[in-house]
């Protein structure tokens, strides 16, 4: 059965303010410090962290910098040119390529404008060697390209064997149903960029072989779960639709026909209600939205309390929201800071077990949340 959201009790008691040494946070499970490791990033939207302990952060202006454990930033250069940076557009997400500690390889998302001015998000595969990207490669592009600047996706969950692309409905919601073009669908690639054969419309011309489900509105956070089978995805929806779902291939997971949501301000019903036959019903889902951005499972040593939790940012409320899990459903939900330091945008898994955060805003800020011990 699936578990409906509620409002839910914020959780958290504040001890110190931000410092050197960081804020204290009660949490249900656990004492957590929170840090402010670096600030200054101009509205940070994704990282990874390289072998070395360096971080790359993606600005959503189209710059991407690596920031040293001693707080050093560098500018990356060979960045994509001309990123789509209106609206919602720009600099996306960043991730590893399973082989990059040999051989450099990583993925980047990003708004790019054809000729018409027509946007859309496009994936590129690179080589980063000496702080500069290289042999860069276009693997992947969303069509058709569209005007308006919202509902881009996009992020990238990287496995041992594909790469899967989030990708939004780009404000033409319709088009979420339509399998013979890419806006409102998720994306899987094999990492070299090719076309794996086992993908679900993989043998229909008519439709985009590259699809792995559809049906969604604006997915901003992905993410496999702790025995590597199951993917995890969750999605902007409309007034009261949030959504977070298990990707199962060729599923329609109903945007816009089925929804919780309802037209922003007028309260109206959008589509045919909130439930049809060969449309799937989210796992759970957020009244009020919260505008969620970034997932993790969390598989740390340094959280086993926390272990098979997903954790996600919250844009709308500034929170960090921890689901606990049993049999697939969402059996409780945790909010954290309550806009404390703002919109938080992507959450990753550190190597030491330790939680990243970026924030989103003008003056960005990478945190780090550990147990205070």
């Excluded at 290289?134 to 509902?151: D, E, M, Q, Y």
Aim: with cysteine; charged share 20%; glycine share 12%.
């Amino acid at each position: 059965m699936h578990r409906i959201s509620s409002t839910f009790l914020l959780m958290f008691v504040l001890c110190t303010p931000l410092s050197a040494h960081g804020v204290t946070i009660e949490t249900e499970t656990v004492t957590v410090n929170v840090e402010e490791v670096k600030s200054g990033f101009d509205h940070p939207w994704g990282m990874a962290e390289l072998p070395n302990g360096d971080i790359l952060i993606t600005e959503r202006n189209g710059t991407l910098k690596r920031l040293t454990p001693n707080g050093l930033t560098v500018n990356i250069l060979g960045v994509p040119k001309g990123v789509y940076q209106q609206g919602q557009g720009g600099l996306f997400d960043i991730a590893l390529a399973p082989d990059f500690p040999a051989t450099g390889t990583l993925y980047i998302s990003y708004a790019a404008e054809d000729e018409r001015g027509q946007a859309g998000t496009e994936v590129v595969k690179a080589t980063l060697s000496q702080d500069v990207l290289i042999n860069s490669k276009v693997i992947f592009t969303a069509l058709p390209k569209r005007g308006g600047t919202r509902h881009f996706g996009s992020r990238l969950l990287v496995t041992q064997e594909h790469l899967y692309i989030t990708l939004g409905d780009r404000g033409h919601r319709d088009r979420a149903q339509f399998i013979t073009d890419h806006l409102g669908s998720l994306v899987r690639l094999n990492l070299d960029g090719s076309l794996p054969v086992d993908n679900p419309f993989s043998a229909h011309d008519a439709k985009k072989p590259e699809i792995f489900s559809y049906g969604h509105r604006n997915v901003q956070g992905i993410t496999l779960d702790n025995n590597g089978s199951t993917v995890w995805a969750h999605e902007h929806g409309p007034q009261g639709g949030d959504e977070l779902n298990i990707i199962e291939k060729g599923v329609n997971y109903g945007w816009p026909i089925i929804t919780y949501g309802v037209n922003y301000g007028l309260g109206t019903q959008i589509g045919e209600g909130t439930a049809k036959e060969g449309m799937q019903q989210p796992v759970y889902y957020w009244d009020p939205s919260i505008a969620p951005s970034g997932m993790i499972m969390v598989d740390s040593d340094r959280f086993p309390m926390w272990q098979g939790n997903l954790l996600l940012g919250s844009l709308k409320f500034g929170l960090l929201v921890r689901l606990t899990l049993e049999d697939g459903n969402v059996v409780s939900e945790e909010r954290l800071f309550d806009g404390q330091f703002g919109r938080i945008r992507d959450v990753i898994q550190a190597n030491d077990g330790s939680v990243l955060l970026l924030t989103d805003k003008r003056n960005g800020s990478l945190l780090k949340m550990t147990p205070r011990m």
